[in-house]
């Protein structure tokens, strides 16, 4: 399985970016799927899950209500919206997969295949 992140940059407190994650070689379908970011010299951290089915999902308190994950296992992809950014966001974000049939999985070892990274800068 390969997993293309794609859609960071650099963006001032306050604004909007969508990542996107592609998946190829596999389909996502039946498969939790996460995100997870990693700030310079901070250790890999969980950020949002959704469960196989698509109809859970769950965050990390810090982006509660601000982050929006989401996925269209049609086109093989899996969203993550970032509204009200702070600089404290800014990192480098992972998308990965998880088990097949999995709900909700926190644990970074949970995940199977990750993707290469996009990075998101968040200006103050």
């Known amino acids: 399985v390969q997993l293309q992140a794609s859609g960071g940059g650099l963006v001032q407190a306050g604004g909007s970016l969508r990542l996107s994650c592609a998946a190829s070689g596999r389909t996502i379908s039946g498969y939790g799927m996460g995100w997870f970011r990693q700030a310079p010299r901070k250790e890999r951290e969980f950020v949002a899950t959704i469960s196989f089915s698509g109809d859970t999902t769950y965050y990390v308190n810090s982006v509660k209500g601000r982050f929006t994950i989401s996925r269209d296992n049609a086109k093989n992809t899996v969203y993550l919206q970032m509204n009200s950014l702070k600089a404290e966001d800014t990192a480098v974000y992972y998308c990965?997969?998880?088990?097949?049939?999995?709900?909700?999985?926190?644990?970074?070892?949970?995940?199977?295949?990750w993707g290469q990274g996009t990075e998101v800068t968040v200006s103050s």
């Open positions: 990965a997969t998880g088990p097949r049939g999995a709900g909700i999985i926190t644990l970074l070892k949970s995940y199977d295949y």
